[in-house]
């Protein structure tokens, strides 16, 4: 036996969600990795817990290879 679901309920469920989290997003503010040559982002990090050591630390483990191709890699900060 299957329950029906009323469409209308759903839209409104998603609404709630989607301004509850602009809400809590609004005063989070992100580091975020970005690469110039590749014109994308390679990371975004919570600046509450990474530190700018901690963020080298990422860059020289994941993203090594674009610094050994020589490509321009900034850590710019991000408001929500």
Do not use: W
């Not at 919570?46 to 630390?57: A, P």
């Not at 990422?58 to 321009?72: F, L, P, Q």
């Amino acid at each position: 036996m299957k329950t029906k679901i009323n469409p209308e309920f759903h839209q409104l469920n998603f609404d709630f969600i989607l301004k509850y989290s602009e809400i809590l997003m609004s005063c989070v503010e992100f580091k975020e990795i970005y690469c110039f040559n590749c014109k994308k982002t390679l990371g975004r990090y919570n600046e509450k817990y990474f530190s700018d050591l901690k963020m080298g630390e990422i860059i020289k483990a994941n993203h090594s290879s674009h610094v050994h191709e020589g490509h321009d890699i900034v850590i710019r900060k991000i408001t929500v």
